[in-house]
């Protein structure tokens, strides 16, 4: 299934062990998405208790539990799957994921050759946790309107945080940059389900404000707004349930500047590729993405999701 989705702002192992590298491109014949997170199946229901979750697919998204509207993430590692609250769910970065910056300088903004990152890649991998995004609850899909607004708010954490895609020839398409102005938005086609490579720049709590909207072919408006919780390092997760969310406004920006200029392109997206030591490369993405650049539309009379009007069965 080809998958569209708009940017519309950007903003382990020891040693030398796991190394990043370019990857040539995926054929977008066998660029397919996989099934982990669709919703072909019964509709899951939300699942009780806190929990850490260190290796194996999620996705966070809006769905409507019990008709009202709001973020949270699907647990694919337990069977039958579940959803949860944001609030009760740690995302753990374990040691597996750590890595460094190549030398190649299209990443130069996760730092300087040789620091130490910790990255769930886009592409799957053992023993790493493996989050994407989806808008693929059946009532979001059928009631949607050609859209779903993900937002990030706000952000907390003892290093940087940044979402990023592969494109062609694996060059990094960034989607958000915790270091620039936030807010900073990107658009979710309706009925998608992309992965992303998140990158975390040191060890310890991280704190992610996100906020959710879209419009239903009725004409109402939803929105919610979650903290998503990522324990990265070797530090005990269950200490990110104690961490206190940002606040409404976010914290000051570490780097001022102009916003990154939105990409313009239509291209297959291709993995990262993993080695240890000479050993061939891991994974493989599952889904081809097609970035474009572009402006929300507003229907006239329309309410955007950038200023939605709280209506019945909205999340605040």
Known sequence: MTI???????AGTTGAALLLALATVLPAAAAT?????????????TGKGRTVIGTGHVDMGPRFDHGRWTVQIRDDTVSPAVWRDTADVVLQVN??????????????????????VWLLPQAQRDGVLWPGWNSQDPEVAGTVDREVTWQLTGVEGPGDFVLFLNGSFGTPRIVFDARRKLPQETGIEVNSHVHGNWAF??????????????????????HSERTLRFSVGPQDPRRAFAAEPPTEAGPTPKAEGAPVEPVRTDESAAPLWWGLGAAAAVGALAAALVLRRGRHRERPGATGPGNAVPQEGDDR
């Not at 720049?201 to 939803?222: E, F, I, N, Q």
């Open 95 to 116: 040691g597996a994921a750590r890595t460094e910056v190549p030398e190649d300088k299209q990443f130069g903004f996760l730092g300087d050759p040789g620091d130490p």
């Open 4 to 10: 569209s989705t708009m940017i519309r702002t950007t």
């Open 201 to 222: 720049t040191a060890p310890g709590t991280y704190l992610l404000d996100v906020r959710m909207s879209a419009r239903t072919k009725d004409g109402r408006s939803h």
């Open 33 to 45: 998405s996989p099934p982990p997170g669709a919703e072909s199946d019964a509709a899951p229901g």
